[in-house]
């Protein structure tokens, strides 16, 4: 029984610290396709999603999906410590005396990987002494990589929604291509190249981060109409656009955001295993597209309207759609339209403070009015 308890135990021990490693320190994609954490987000998404669905308010439903991302990381670390914790033990318990309880062994393990020590329960001889040893450096190293890795991992979450608050003026909440042609025209060239070449960037980094650290893309951005998978969407949308039927933009440049958006999204759907999905509704329809060319035309931009364009972008919308939208249809989020005639306030328009401001502009503008008269 004593060599059974030792190869359980050593198993579980390696198995848990290669499952750390990976996930926290290697910095690149895993593709084996059986690991611990992977089969963990598994059944943790599926419990979270059966419980959203039978939830009546969407306030709630808001909430429990954007609490997922931080409450999982946590239980993450603390399905990592309990398999190292009972690793551990399973390995006292094989050199511990016979009369000794497993329940002492895992005790043990407990008070010596959090490096409590209280004494009341001792190793077993040389074997045991070595091993209490060898639990508590890894229990302090565990402590010293979970620690270090908080910061790292925050901070790319925030650099991730600097680009998507930036959208928010500049392509309307939620974001939509067509909205961001028309507040940066092509015709004036450097404001909407310069956006694109910061989405290049982005995209990158997005892509990068969320290979390293797969569960950032379960953290949801602050405001509920955006997402970091609307925010690329809509950039591949306008690259799109810009790359068939709307002249001004640097075409080169929107070649390259929209080959590493697209780059970004499809590795991110093999990550999370998610196979391609046809959209079950077109986000432009050909009445849409009409009305966004016929907006464009009113802003001063130069359209091709003839079927080959019309061609050409349905073809680029084919090379990335499918992957968002399986994404979308798998983490809850909802893909942006590409041309919103009833485009509302954004974000920034909406804040207690502007709407007391606004008013108090009201306000002012009338007793100036009664002034005159």
């Known amino acids: 029984m004593a060599f059974v308890y030792a190869l ?113 329960v001792n190793p077993a001889g040389s074997p045991g002494r070595i091993l209490a040893i060898a639990e508590a450096l890894v229990g302090f190293a565990t402590l010293a990589v979970v620690i270090g890795f908080l910061p790292v991992f925050y901070q790319s979450f925030s650099q991730r929604e600097l680009t998507i ?17 028309l507040r940066l025209p092509p015709k004036n060239g450097a404001a909407l190249n310069r956006f694109l070449e910061e989405a290049e960037n982005w995209s990158a980094a997005v892509l990068e981060s969320h290979l390293s650290y797969p569960v950032l893309s379960f953290y949801r951005s602050q405001h509920d109409n955006q997402s970091w998978l609307a925010a690329i969407t809509c950039i591949l949308d306008a690259s799109a656009l810009l790359l068939t039927v709307a002249d001004g933009a640097d075409r080169q440049q929107a070649r390259l955001t929209f080959a590493m958006a697209r780059h970004t999204i499809v590795d991110l759907a093999l990550i999370l295993r998610r196979a391609p999905l046809n959209p079950v509704d077109d986000r432009l329809p050909p009445a849409n597209l009409v009305n966004l060319l016929a907006a464009l035309r009113e802003v001063g931009v130069t359209v091709r ?46 804040t207690a403070w502007a709407r007391k401001a606004a008013g108090f502009a009201s306000l002012g503008s009338e007793s100036r009015d009664e002034h005159d008269d």
């Open 8 to 120: 359980v135990g050593t198993f579980l021990v390696l198995l848990t610290l290669m499952d750390t490693f990976e996930s926290m320190v290697l910095p690149r994609r895993v593709t084996r396709r059986y690991r611990p954490t992977r089969l963990y987000y598994q059944l943790c998404w599926l419990a979270c999603c059966a419980v959203v669905d039978r939830t009546a308010s969407p306030r709630i439903r808001r909430g429990l999906l954007g609490a997922f991302g931080p409450l999982s990381l946590f239980g993450l670390f603390g399905v990592w410590a309990a398999g190292l914790i009972v690793g551990f033990g399973l390995m006292h318990q094989s050199v511990a005396p016979p009369n000794r309880p497993l329940a002492d062994s895992l005790y043990l393990s407990g008070t010596t990987f959090t490096t409590l020590g209280y004494g009341d």
């Open 305 to 350: 309207d003839d079927a080959s364009d019309r061609a050409k972008l349905s073809e680029l919308r084919d090379l990335y759609e499918p992957f968002a939208n399986a994404l979308a249809k798998a983490l809850r989020l909802d893909l942006p339209k590409v041309w919103r005639e009833d485009a509302g306030s954004d974000n920034w328009q909406t």
């Open 165 to 181: 608050a930036l959208l928010d003026a500049r392509a309307g909440s939620p974001p939509s291509a067509g909205q961001m042609l």
